[in-house]
């Protein structure tokens, strides 16, 4: 499971700066959802399983999350409403329908929701049924995201996924038919044993879907998991790098053959149909975590939450911030992370945002086809997006 990164002390009663607090950004909340019915040998995520927790119970989260909303609330201390809201995990939807749709109500009782406002949650396809989305959609929630990852049950296998392949197909069609504006698909590619068919046959499978964004990310062997262990011992190969670029390729054609332009290296959708909350990362505005583990920005001060359910809804029953550690980012910081972020958008980055240095060996990257300076911006071309990663390391001092 990753660890969390270093940073100094937080504050136990949650305070920012005034620097922080004075911040005009668009704001957003993400809610951590921490149960998982098993671990995928695959996920580093800060998820739990009923064995793991013990006799820590879901309502014990659920008052911890809203008491952390209300310190949340006393903090910022103004109502900007919030623009997107994105249930994560873990398994969301492992919680009933309305504790999902009472954390909603409680973000826009103590913030105040925008009136387009974008609300997501995750969910593992074995969790849904037509009655609970329908439920949620009721209850505000406009977009589902759909751990699908594959359609062929040997790779689902591998990747010890439990849903079959057909049940995630059928949920995305009873998010349409209960009126979700927008329903998306992750897909994993380079598992070991996936052949390029097999790939194939999974993006094959969004044509039938009435889906109107796909995200498909590459296999990535974190270390303390299943799968590293498998491949340390020898049991499966680690994932080929000339494998992955080739299916990223055919990701890329057969989804802008289905009108998905590409919004982010590994992000397609329809127009209109782009994740706002996303964006909202990558575009550098404000959100507060809430949950164990779950990292905030607000106006350049990041902070993040005791990892564990139990120590996180310790530190809430106790009256202090779950904040465990902070960092107050530099000017120069910021500037380094708009350029990994704004990069990696297929809006591309401002110039300006580049040092001199940093500027002059853009020409480089041109001439290497890997991305197009259009005498404002900088953009990556679809060459330039199988090595993001290494241009953007290229490219900063």
Known sequence: MAQLPDGDPAPADG???ESARSSSAPLSVYVHVPFCRTRCG???????????????????????????????????????????????????????????????????????????????????????????????????????????????????????????????????HWAREAGFEHVSLDLIYGTPGESMDDWRASLDAVTATPVDHVSAYSLIVEEGTRLALQVRRGDIPMPDDDDLADKYLVADETLSALGMANYEVSNWARPGGECRHNLAYWRGADWWGIGPGAHSHVGGVRFWNRKHPRSYAAALAAGDSPALAREVLSDDDRRVERVLLELRLAEGMPLQVLTPSELARVPGVVAAGLAIDDGSRLRLTQSGRLLADGVIRDLLD
């Open 42 to 172: 695959y996920c580093d995520f800060n998820t739990y399983t009923p064995s793991e927790l013990g006799d820590l119970s879901p309502d014990t989260y659920l008052g911890a999350a809203h008491a952390e909303l209300d310190l949340a609330a006393r903090v910022l201390g103004d109502r900007r409403p919030v623009q997107t809201v994105f249930f994560g995990g873990g398994t969301p939807t492992m919680l009933p329908a309305e504790a999902l749709t009472g954390l909603l109500r409680a973000i826009d009782d103590r913030f105040g929701l925008a009136p387009d406002a974008e609300v997501t949650t995750e969910a593992n396809p074995e969790t849904l049924t037509p009655p609970y989305l329908e439920r949620l959609r009721e209850g505000g929630f406009t977009r589902i995201s759909l751990g699908l990852q594959s359609v062929v049950p040997h790779v689902l296998q591998v990747l010890e996924r439990t849903h079959t392949p057909r049940r995630g197909l059928d949920a995305a």
């Open 15 to 17: 305070s920012l700066p």
